[in-house]
């Protein structure tokens, strides 16, 4: 069995869904389809049940899958050691983060860094609506997304940091001179939608959809990148919910930031993708959790 087929397989064992491994892996679904009907003919025994409606592993699946997944992982770690040690000794972690989430990282990045100087790291960002697929493109090795995070074939680490939740609001909003407001207010508000990916379990987690009474939250624009969201709020025509550390970062004149009071905690975390997890995340993951316990 090729390596290929063993990322495909061990892909669609995660996706359980042939357009989506296919999406992750740049192929086609044929091409998954055509690997996977060689396996089984390759092993002897059918790896999938398929129906018109659901992909499931057979329990021949499950125990290959179980199989290959961490001889998989050791050998693309092997292969990328080498890499690095051939181009000069140096590898490189890439983090993404949100909006003013990278800004707090520092203590974390020492740590760190003090214990893989041979190690480059690098940022990039990732936009609130869209927080798993530079994940799952390879694009970056290691996330810090806001919980909760419940995907199949990624890995939750440890907690980074907890945030209060605050109203974002332009200075001409009617709420904007209050010392705080709570959840039941946001039914009288328009708060700006994701243009993205975002689950729905995760948006309502930050931006319920309903109050505690009931009623509806009126979703307002639909906004891609943070730096849309903090347009069309100074606008005045919406108001956007976000972690405190926006307020410190991200302190444009002509907006205000309104604590909610009985909002709950937002708790931000390391995510990964577990099939392609490497020392360096590990790493990189226990950093954080060594400066979050202290």
């Given amino acids: 069995m090729e390596l290929r087929d063993i990322a495909i397989f061990l892909t669609l064992a995660e996706e359980l869904h042939f357009g989506r491994a296919a999406d992750r892996l740049f192929v086609s679904q044929a091409r998954v389809s055509q690997s996977i009907k060689a396996q089984e003919r390759r092993i002897g025994a059918v790896l999938f049940d398929r129906t018109s409606r659901t992909v499931r592993l057979t329990p021949i699946g499950i125990e290959l899958r179980d199989r290959l997944r961490p001889a998989y992982q050791q050998i693309t770690e092997g292969i990328a050691a080498v890499t690095a040690k051939a181009q000069g000794g140096r590898r490189v972690l890439t ?12 203590g974390p990045t020492e740590v760190f860094r003090a214990g893989n ?32 995070v419940h995907e199949p074939d990624l890995t939750v680490g440890p907690v980074v940091r907890s945030s209060p939740v605050m109203a974002m609001m332009a200075r001409t909003h009617p709420f904007a001179g209050r010392a705080s407001i709570l959840l039941e207010d946001l039914g009288d508000c328009h708060v700006v939608g994701p243009n993205g990916p975002l689950p729905r379990y995760m948006e309502d987690s930050l931006v319920p959809y309903f109050t505690p009474s009931g009623r ?3 979703r307002g624009p639909l906004v891609r990148t943070f730096q849309e969201v903090l347009t069309a709020v100074s606008g005045g025509t919406a108001v956007a919910l976000t972690q405190a550390e926006a307020a410190d970062f991200f302190p444009w004149p002509q907006l205000v930031y ?13 995510v990964w993708r577990t099939v392609t997890e490497t020392d360096l995340v590990r790493d990189f993951a226990a950093a954080v959790a060594d400066h979050h316990h202290r």
């Fill in 117 to 148: 100087p041979w190690v480059d790291m690098q940022f990039k960002e990732v936009h609130p609506t869209d927080p798993f697929s530079a994940l799952r493109s390879g694009d970056i090795d290691i996330a810090v997304l806001w919980l909760p």
């Fill in 216 to 218: 509806p939250v009126p």
């Fill in 258 to 270: 309104v604590p909610i009071t009985d909002a709950p905690l937002s708790q931000w975390a390391t």
């Fill in 95 to 106: 983090v993404g983060t949100m909006g003013a989430i990278a800004q707090t990282l520092g």
